[in-house]
């Protein structure tokens, strides 16, 4: 009997379609890798299995990052297994090959990046003369409950409705690969000419993501605070007292970004008026207004990002796998990857049986208050059409992030907020707008010939509408205004004048930078223009937090508290491109139209071979202008050093590749001191270089890269050389200065005695330089991989704590830890993990929460 094969994304998935389909296709069979009943056969990936590749004579091996071998335009790809995936990929293509497997049913995850892992599974099962040519059809899920599966199985596309998303897909990740891969290796090439390796990573979306956040940080470098004034003025009435602050009537707008219609630049001035005010009658004009409020959009995944990030300091990674894990483990939310704020208009009957559940479930702990909402919002029939809600014109593939039908039941905290912020927003669209009555008022006081004016401005609400879900209710009489009668004079009572200063752009935060990325650099605030640029965004909602956490990794910017900021090596690549004049990869805007035309791809309105000659033109310019490049330096905005030379105490100056003495004036030839920005491939931060100049050592510090890319840690200390009769930098790594960082030479650990056996070879395990190292992982045959460093993230290892970890599997709790991200200390215990292979953090469980004692309720005054 012929059957289906169900290739889900995760295991987990499998089972939730087992789960669902039991009931009306019969009990399925487990079997190792699969299940299997008389119509189906349901296996899984896990994520991707299959990555592309060039093929074997277009292969670029890191040892030959040069230009001779550039650019590599292969005219196709070849697959290869991913090296932890190759049991599972085996077993899904042997369930692809079988002979009653009729039909493909594609149930990876509803969007781009599924569509790659599916395709890519049945190419590789195929072969270029014989591929798999069997019917596929694609399983398209919004929500995991049991229903939406069997009803998803009801409307199984066509492959033909697919197939743009399936070119758009590959024609992503090539582009991706093309750019990367050639645009890395031109960079690493040009910026390790003088030797060394400094891997300089650039992407098709990383890279303009990057230009946006150090574009940000050299104006808030650049930025001159400037003074300025501003004065408030408290006015006396019958019914009380009112501020007002000073402004011009005659003010307008102009290209200084700093000007304000109620500051004033001199200070003469400030005073002169408040004098002149100070103690004098005023005239008041008032004007009130009813204004109304409506409830912001349903989430898209970046809106979700950004609020999650604003409130709670989640980052982009961490919401995203929390919302994974509501809509696949918990199945509480719809399909979260999505870039759609609306809804389909055949919706609205799934809506009112949604807010059905969340007004009659027993909702868990804080989420219990919600259903009161919801009970009002069903009494009242808010849910009804609304072209703002539901629109097939604002749906793409998927549409906004709801609650589903079924009621959560064990949600740890994190999840629980979350769930609470779609929650409240899934009920505040469906209710009223908040209405206000705004108010402003105009207090003009006369001296002399002049006039001045204080504005003061009130809001007060009178029905909270959607406000209402949020926990805000008509305010107290006291946020009223305190009334003037008409014709009535006040008096100018205090007028305090503040001196204050302008303010550099603040830096981005995830929140900030998710909508940068969103409309391509251009920071929009009006959510309908922002909507109008988002489909020429950086990235997808679905990459955009990947892209952040790679920008991370690779030391291109760093967390403080919610601040990103950029590092020396971001600067750095910021100032090659430029001078480079690779444009493609600087402007975000730019980039941005590249996934525009990918989403036109996706409605099959351009040709996959006119994008991908587009990338690979743009992948033979940038290999070009940096192979054709050939001056000295780099013109860029460089440095000054505030510490003078350590040889004659001239000015030391930056330029692209070096910190260089240019004597005592500061543009003569100066004394010949010069070290490098980028020593073992890790740049130089201004403070870094200052400290190193200063006191002639620094450290120890991470991130360095040996000159075949392994990664290792060290000090630095500047040491007088009599030969050049100059300072120069060195590398202090102990005793084994020099030896064994993967060049081959023979190494001689016959002195030492033997810490323990590596974990993964069952060889002698070392101390070799400022690591501890497998005997097998140095020297001229080099066959194990294992290395430790003797200090990680500025927490010293002991020779003791080794020797523990690899008899016990784990050291001591050690307490003194940086972490890199936060520059906060923490305490861990290494530990081996077996399953990636390599020493990491074991952390200790966290205390139980002891319920806080409930403190006696304070009474309150009454009222006068």
Request: aromatic share 8%.
């Amino acid at each position: 009997m012929s059957k289906a094969l169900v290739i889900a994304e995760k295991p987990s998935v499998a089972q939730d379609i087992v789960r669902a389909l039991t009931p009306t296709s019969g009990k399925f069979e487990k079997h190792e890798d699969h299940f299997e009943n008389e119509h189906y056969v349901v296996t899984s990936a896990v994520g991707h299995l299959v990555e592309i590749k060039a093929p074997e004579e277009y292969d670029v091996k890191r040892g030959k990052w040069s230009f001779a071998h550039l650019p590599v335009i292969p005219p196709h790809f070849d697959l290869a297994p991913i090296d932890k995936a190759k049991s599972r990929l085996n077993a899904v293509v042997k369930q692809v090959k079988r002979k009653d497997v009729t039909e493909l049913i594609n149930a990876c995850d509803a969007g781009r990046e599924g569509e790659l892992i599916f395709r890519l599974i049945v190419q590789y099962a195929g072969t270029e003369k014989k591929p798999i040519d069997k019917p596929v059809r694609r399983l398209w899920l919004q929500s995991m409950t049991p229903q939406a599966i069997r009803d998803g199985f009801e409307r199984l596309r066509s492959d033909a409705e697919l197939r743009g998303l399936a070119d758009a897909a590959r024609s992503r990740s090539e582009a991706d690969w093309l750019v990367g891969i050639n645009g890395t290796r031109a960079m690493t090439a040009f910026n390790s000419r003088d030797g060394g390796f400094f891997l300089t990573t650039v992407g098709r979306v990383q890279t303009p993501t990057l230009s946006i956040v150090v574009e940000r940080e050299e104006k808030i470098r650049k930025h001159v605070a400037r003074d300025y004034w501003e004065i408030k003025a408290s006015f006396d009435a019958k019914a009380g007292s009112y501020e007002g602050k000073w402004f011009d009537p005659a003010w307008k707008k102009n290209d200084d970004a700093e000007r304000r219609a109620d500051r004033l630049w001199n200070e003469a001035d400030a005073q002169a008026i408040a004098q002149a005010v100070r103690g004098q009658p005023a005239t008041v004009s008032e004007e009130s207004k009813p204004s109304t409020q409506s409830s912001p959009q349903l989430y898209d995944l970046t809106l979700l990002q950004r609020e999650a990030n604003s409130r709670f300091g989640f980052s982009a990674k961490t919401t995203l796998s929390i919302a994974q894990a509501l809509y696949e483990k918990h199945k509480v939310l719809t399909y979260p990857r999505t870039d759609s704020k609306a809804l389909p208009e055949d919706y609205v009957s799934v809506v009112k049986q949604t807010m059905e559940m969340l007004a009659t479930e027993d909702l868990p702990g804080p989420l219990k208050a919600l259903s009161a909402h919801a009970r009002k919002a069903v009494k009242e029939g808010y849910v009804k059409p609304n072209k703002r809600i539901f629109d097939n014109a604002k749906v793409s593939d998927h549409f906004a992030i709801i609650p589903t039908l079924q009621a959560p039941k064990s949600l740890t905290d994190i999840e629980a907020k979350l769930y609470d912020l779609v929650v409240k927003r899934f009920l505040a669209v469906f209710y009223p707008p908040a209405e206000f009555l705004v108010t402003t008022r105009i207090s003009t006081v006369k001296a002399g010939a002049s006039e001045h004016r204080f504005q003061t401005n009130g809001k007060v609400m009178v029905k909270p509408g959607w406000l209402a879900v949020y926990g805000r209710d008509v305010e107290d009489a006291d946020a009223t205004l305190v009334p003037v009668e008409p014709g009535e004079v006040v008096r100018t009572e205090r007028v305090d004048v503040n001196a204050l200063k302008t303010k550099p752009p603040a830096r981005y935060t995830e929140a900030t930078l998710l909508s940068a990325m969103e409309s391509a650099g251009k920071l929009i605030d009006d959510d309908e223009l922002r909507e109008a640029m988002q489909e020429k965004g950086l990235g997808t909602p679905a990459t955009r937090a990947q892209t952040i956490e790679g920008l991370i990794l690779e030391k291109y910017m760093h967390r403080d508290g919610r601040e990103l900021i950029p590092t020396a090596k971001a600067f750095q690549l910021m100032t090659l491109l430029r001078g480079l004049q690779v444009e493609e990869l600087t402007q975000p805007e730019l980039t941005g139209n590249w996934e525009y035309q990918l989403a036109e791809m996706e409605k099959g309105k351009l040709s996959r071979d006119a994008f991908m000659r587009e990338i690979a033109a743009m992948t033979q310019k940038i290999v070009a202008k940096a192979k054709e490049y050939d001056r000295d330096t780099i013109p860029g905005d460089y440095a000054t050093l505030k510490t003078p030379c350590p040889k004659c105490g001239g000015v030391v100056k930056e330029n692209y590749r070096r910190f260089t003495c240019a004597g005592k004036s500061g543009d003569a030839e100066g004394c010949g001191f010069s070290i490098s920005k980028i020593p073992g491939g890790r740049s130089f931060e201004l403070d870094e270089v200052e400290a190193f100049i200063a006191n002639k050592k620094i450290g120890p510090l991470e991130g360095f890269r040996s000159k075949a890319g392994w990664p290792f840690t060290a000090e630095l200390k500047l040491a007088y050389d009599d030969e050049i009769a100059n300072w120069k930098l060195e590398f202090d790594f102990g005793d084994d200065a020099r030896k064994g960082e993967g060049d081959g030479t023979p190494v001689d650990f016959s002195a030492q005695q033997s810490l323990g056996a590596c974990p993964k070879c069952k060889g002698h395990v070392y101390e070799h330089g400022s690591s501890y190292v497998c005997e097998h992982a140095v020297g001229a045959h080099v066959t194990c991989d294992f290395k430790s460093g003797k200090i990680i993230l500025q927490q010293p290892v002991a020779r003791e704590q080794m020797t523990r970890l690899l008899q016990e599997g784990k050291t001591e709790l050690l307490e003194n830890f940086v972490s890199n991200k936060t520059r906060r200390k923490f305490k861990a215990r290494l530990a081996w993990d077996a399953k990636e292979g390599k020493v990491g953090f074991e952390f200790e469980p966290r205390a139980a929460k002891v319920p806080a004692k409930k403190a006696a309720a304070k009474k309150k005054p009454a009222a006068a």
